[in-house]
């Protein structure tokens, strides 16, 4: 998929409370049209209209909670009051200001433009404000494209895509085997200069990949720069339906089974299980979990996962600004079998939960180097018109209730990824230093 990864993903799903997406892992999910705000004017008449909206529904992970009336007039009415107590702005200040920018646009703006763009700019200005990079507006539009996105299948060219939260840079973190991006040439590690005539850096990532995205049979043109080549390279790729392959795996030898996971969708469970029971079938005797480069998801997704291998007890937890707090637990079934984590930089949000939760039981070694650090969780809020709000709604905890964002998480072993072969031209793990450090700490341990 077209995914986004340090910003989370990012990003949690509809069913997810963290994800990140921001990654934070696909032609993303949502994001906001290309161009500078004018913060002033987002601010204006979405206090005054927006902020209705957002008190219709809620969606938290694992089911939508509907605030009922009496509950969402309380609210209303708490919000407004405290933000005009703070900002000493009233909501019908808001509204006359906003109008008063609207007819001076429409009376003075040297060119004819697209009204409906320009309220879409106000909403998605408004929530630029929070200047928090997981919180976004998704236009109705974007909101169907971000849910495409939580089901592994999606129309686009079959890319993971991570992006700088400091210079905006976008990379291929990975290319799905058998897609139309592996087709055309497209490599894991090159850069996006441009999609069409977007400049990759000009936007957020979850914005970028709707542009890559689009209806099948139709082809994006792709700027890319490489390592090793003195001149960017131009790709013309074909968008066509990608079911998103979120687990790989493998037996190494000594009946080591290598589980690679790219992302948390909704579909990762079922495609673990089925990993899982293969592998053992094959008579794995312990295991490896690849989770470096995978920028999170689904908070559902990842605690059924941890559910089939760990004891019973908290997997994680969460806490919102009110002191609320959220438990998520597994049963008493769980695996009894040797196991190492992979991680590094770029390992977040949902990764983390999966990392976290392993250490914090002592049920693995991590090895690798710190993850990103993503402690918080966003919610999606979808509005009645088809459009929706993503917002950060509380910090989540490891079982042992440690808060991990902006620090990451330490592996047990650090050890920098390094690849000992520069001839193959296919992924081999038995190259890959950090796997092969795997396999020596699950030997030792036999």
């Keep these: 998929m077209e995914t986004q990864s340090n910003q989370s993903q990012e990003l949690d799903s509809q069913e997810q409370l963290a994800q990140e997406y921001a990654a934070q892992h696909q032609d993303y999910r949502g994001g906001r049209r290309p161009g500078r705000r004018r913060p002033g004017f987002a601010m204006g008449m979405l206090t005054g209209m927006l902020l209705m909206s957002f008190l219709v529904l809620l969606t938290v992970s694992g089911g ?4 009922d009336r009496s509950k969402k007039a309380a609210a209303k009415q708490s919000v407004l009051k405290e933000g005009s107590s703070k900002n000493a702005i009233s909501q019908k200040g808001v509204e006359e200001k906003a109008g008063e920018l609207a007819d001076l646009i429409d009376q003075y703006y040297y060119e004819d433009f697209d009204h409906d763009s320009l309220v879409e700019g106000m909403y998605a200005g408004l929530v630029e404000g929070l200047e928090d ?3 976004s507006y998704f236009s109705a539009e974007e909101y169907s494209s971000f849910n495409e996105s939580t089901t592994g299948i999606y129309y686009g060219i079959g890319t993971v895509l991570t992006q700088s939260m400091e210079t905006k840079t976008v990379t291929i973190l990975h290319v799905y085997p058998g897609t139309p991006a592996e087709e055309a040439g497209i490599r894991d590690g090159d850069v996006i200069v441009k999609v069409g005539d977007i400049e990759a850096d000009s936007m957020e990532l979850s914005e970028l990949t709707s542009h890559i995205k689009g209806e099948e049979g139709t082809k994006v043109h792709m700027e890319i720069i490489r390592s090793g080549e003195s001149e960017h390279l131009q790709f013309d790729v074909e968008r066509r339906q990608i079911e998103v392959p979120t687990v790989e795996y493998q037996m190494l030898e000594g009946n080591v089974g290598l589980i690679q996971i790219t992302e948390f969708s909704t579909a990762t469970p079922e495609q673990f299980d089925h990993a899982l029971k293969d592998l053992q079938g094959q008579g794995m005797a312990s295991m490896i979990v690849d989770l470096r480069n995978n920028p999170g998801g689904v908070l559902k997704s990842v ?12 997997l994680v937890y969460t806490e919102d600004k009110y002191g609320r707090r959220s438990d998520y637990k597994s049963d008493k079934s769980c695996m ?35 993850t990103f650090g993503k402690g918080i969780v966003q919610s999606i809020i979808p509005l009645e018109d088809g459009s929706a709000l993503k917002i950060t709604m509380a910090k989540y905890f490891t079982p042992n209730g440690n808060y991990i964002h902006d620090k990451g998480i330490e ?16 992924y081999n793990p ?15 341990g036999e």
Excluded at 303 to 314: K, R, S, V, Y
Excluded at 430 to 444: F, Y
Aim: aromatic fraction near 8%; charge should be negative; include cysteine.
């Design 64 to 67: 939508r909670l509907w605030l």
């Design 133 to 135: 990079p997981y919180s």
């Design 303 to 314: 605690c059924t996962m941890l559910d089939e291998i760990l004891p019973e007890g908290l």
């Design 336 to 370: 009894d079998i040797p196991m190492t984590v992979l991680i590094n930089e770029n390992s977040a949000s949902a990764s983390e939960i999966f990392a976290g939760a392993i250490k914090d039981y002592k049920y693995g070694t991590l090895i690798g180097t710190t």
């Design 411 to 426: 592996p047990d072993i650090e050890l920098e990824y390094e690849y000992q072969s520069q001839e193959d031209e296919v």
């Design 430 to 444: 038995m190259h890959d230093n950090q796997v092969l450090k795997a396999l020596e700490v699950l030997k030792e």
